[in-house]
Antibody, heavy 117, light 110 residues
Framework: QVRLVESGGGLVKPGGSLRLSCAAS????????MSWIRQAPGKGLEWLSYISTSGNTMYYADSVKGRFTISRDNAKNSLLLQMNSLRAEDTAVYHCVRGGRSHFDYWGQGTLVTVSS | QSALSQPASVSGSPGQSITISCTGTSSDVGGYNYVSWCQQHPGKAPKLMIY???KRPSGVSNRFSASKSGNTASLTISGLQAEDEADYYCSSYTNSGSHVFGTGTKVTVL
């Protein structure tokens, strides 16, 4: 079955960096658009970024453009999110999600990122 | 990109039908047939319920249906059951290549 497992979350100071990873299994990763979506505590869902199957095309939400970078390694079935210049408002659970254009059909459980001094 | 507008809460008794609206603009909901709906129970990851405006993924109950008219999409849950109590979010592709989610609706089964 489809499985998406995020890792790399934790506590980081404002201005710091963090790199999230997502291990994918149960489907042909290289054929799937992939996305990162986050949810701040007690808040709604916020789409952040998606990447094409080849990794050549990426889109970002304005809130993270220039600070976050999405990438993928199709040989390792992994999705990455490099987060720089982190702010308190980036505190959230970050979900790795299959999909990127029409819809998001499988979600990981997420990894918690806390930005605090 | 502003969030799509959803009612904060909707409630209904078991067996009843409820409808959740999702209002956007011609740049998102009105411009593409890439509207989807997901369900989220507390502490759980979201689950896709509807995609491409009105299509149901395999395994999703046919009590869930959806449609779109202009810039507003709607999700209807028929024969409301206790297990339907959850948060529901719409989302849409946008003309900038991004996605936008709705503000979310808490469904309560009375």
């Amino acid at each position: 079955q489809v499985r998406l497992v995020e890792s790399g979350g934790g506590l980081v100071k404002p201005g710091g960096s963090l790199r999230l990873s997502c291990a994918a299994s149960g489907f042909t990763f290289s054929d799937s658009y992939m996305s990162w979506i986050r949810q701040a505590p007690g808040k709604g869902l916020e789409w952040l970024s998606y990447i094409s199957t080849s990794g050549n095309t990426m889109y970002y939400a304005d809130s993270v453009k220039g600070r976050f970078t999405i990438s993928r390694d199709n040989a390792k079935n992994s999705l990455l999110l490099q987060m720089n210049s982190l702010r308190a408002e980036d505190t959230a659970v970050y979900h790795c999600v299959r999909g990127g254009r029409s819809h998001f059909d499988y979600w990981g459980q997420g990894t918690l990122v806390t930005v605090s001094s | 990109q502003s969030a799509l507008s959803q009612p904060a809460s909707v409630s209904g008794s078991p067996g009843q039908s409820i409808t959740i609206s999702c209002t956007g603009t011609s740049s998102d909901v009105g411009g593409y047939n890439y509207v989807s709906w997901c369900q989220q129970h507390p502490g759980k990851a979201p689950k896709l319920m509807i995609y491409d405006v009105s299509k149901r993924p395999s395994g999703v109950s046919n009590r869930f249906s959806a449609s779109k008219s202009g810039n507003t999409a709607s999700l209807t849950i028929s024969g409301l059951q206790a297990e339907d109590e959850a948060d529901y979010y719409c989302s849409s592709y946008t003309n900038s290549g991004s996605h936008v989610f709705g503000t979310g609706t808490k469904v309560t089964v009375l």
